[in-house]
Nanobody
Framework: QTRLVESGGGLVQPGGSLRLSCAAS????????IGWDRRVPGKQRELVAG???????VYGDAVKGRFTISRDDVGKTVYLQMDNLNVTDTGVYYC?????????WGLGTQVTVSS
């Protein structure tokens, strides 16, 4: 099992930026996937961004060109830089991993984009 701790959510105006962090208790290289998705009440879960096995990146269509996923040198923290935020980015952002033993989710962090 892996523990994930997210941080960095908050309230931001349209056009602003936020950076989310996800600290994992294991090296991210050991996962098949680590990344973020977001959930808004009444809508389907949506992929935001992630690292696949081999550390190739994947982004949801709604965030391409605005969000950037990165990792620290130690290999246990993943960051999500979110720029040019708009109101449709509002939601709870969850960090999660997919591994051979299953999936683990963080508790989520709220991102609210509002003027």
């Amino acid at each position: 099992q892996t523990r994930l701790v997210e941080s960095g959510g908050g309230l931001v105006q349209p056009g602003g930026s936020l950076r989310l962090s996800c600290a994992a208790s294991k090296y991210i290289f050991s996962f098949n996937f680590i990344g973020w998705d977001r959930r808004v009440p009444g809508k389907q879960r949506e992929l935001v961004a992630g690292f696949r096995s081999g550390l190739s990146t994947v982004y949801g269509d709604a965030v391409k060109g605005r969000f950037t996923i990165s990792r620290d040198d130690v290999g246990k923290t993943v960051y999500l830089q979110m720029d040019n935020l708009n109101v449709t980015d509002t939601g709870v952002y969850y960090c999660y991993v997919v591994a051979d033993w299953g999936q683990t989710w963080g508790l989520g962090t709220q991102v609210t984009v509002s003027s």
